[in-house]
C-alpha cells in the first residue's frame, strides 16, 4: 500500500528533505483517496483523516508535511460526495506538486541573482531549493566554488557533493566542525529550512545555527532558500516547531553505546536559527528579509488569526 510506504520512507528517511517530503505525502494521499472503497462521504472524510494523520506523524519537523497534506485535505470540507471529494483530492495533490516544482525553479532563478561571479558559496545538508540556486549561478556562467559540509550523522552531504560535482562546480568537501575554520573563505552561506516561524527564525538541519553565527560573527552573508508552504502557520499563536530527536544508533552503534552505561547519546536533527542571523529568505514569491515571515503566512499561505480560535 502506498500510504504505509510512503509513510516508512519518509521515516526511515529514503525520502527526505522538506520539499520531497511533503511531495511525497501528498501523492500518497491521492493514492490512497484513489484506492478507498468507501460509498458514504462521513466515511471517506474519517478515513482520509486517518491517512492525514499517519503521514502528518512520520517526521516532526518539516512543516511543509503538515502544510501540504492540510491544503489537500481542506476540500473535503467543501465536497458533497464521495465522487466529488475524490476528484478534489486528485486535483489539490496535483496542484501542489506542481506548484512545489515550479517554485524550485522561481527561487533558483531569484536565488541565483544573489549569488555574484566568483563567490565561493557554503552550503550545509542537502536541500533542493538552496542547491537549485547555486546550480542556477553555475549555469548562467559565474564562476563559483562551493564548500558543503559532511552532515552528521545521516551524511546527506555526500549527495550534495555528488550534485555539484555532477555540474562540473569546484567543490570542497570539509566535515562540519571545520566550518569556522574556513568561514574567511566564504562570500556567502545559501541553505534550505524545514520550517520558518512568524519570527523569522529558521528551523534546519542541526549544524545551521552554529554556521551563521559564525558566518555572522565573520560579517558573511546568510541566504535561506525555501518555498512559501514551509513557512509555519501555528508559531503565530506562539506554537514551538518540534525538533526532531532521532536514534542515538545513528550517532553510535548500540552495542558501542551499551559498553558506556552513563553516557547519554543525543541526536537532535535540527537546530533553529534566531532571524537576526539571517540576511534574506528566497521564497518563489520573492526575497523578504526574515521579519516579514508573518507576510507570507497571512498572504501567501492565507492563514490568519481568526482560523485559530
Ligand atoms: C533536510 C534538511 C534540508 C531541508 C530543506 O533534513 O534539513 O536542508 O529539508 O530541503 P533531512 P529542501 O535530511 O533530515 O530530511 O530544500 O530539499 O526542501
Redesign the pocket.
Known sequence: MVLIETAESIKK?EI??????ARAAVKALADFARNLDVSDLETFRREMQGAAATLIST?PT?V?LPNAVRYVMRVLDSSESVVEAREAIFERAAEFVDHSEHALGWIAEIGARHISDGDVLLT???????LGCILEAHRQGKEIEVYATEVRP?G?GLITIKTLNDAGIRTNYIIDSAVRYFINDIDLVI????AIAVNGAVV??IGTAQIAHAADEARKNVIV???TY?FAPRTILGEKIEIEERDPAEVLPDEEAARLPFVRIRNP??DVTPAEYIDLIITERGAIPPELAYTVIKDYLGWRIEEFR
Open positions: 528517511m527526505r528533505g522538506a520539499g520531497r517530503i517526521r518539516a511543509s550545509h545538508c542537502n536541500s533542493e531549493a538552496a545521516r546527506q541553505v534550505g529550512a524545514d534546519n538541519k532558500a525555501a518555498e514551509k536533527a535540527f
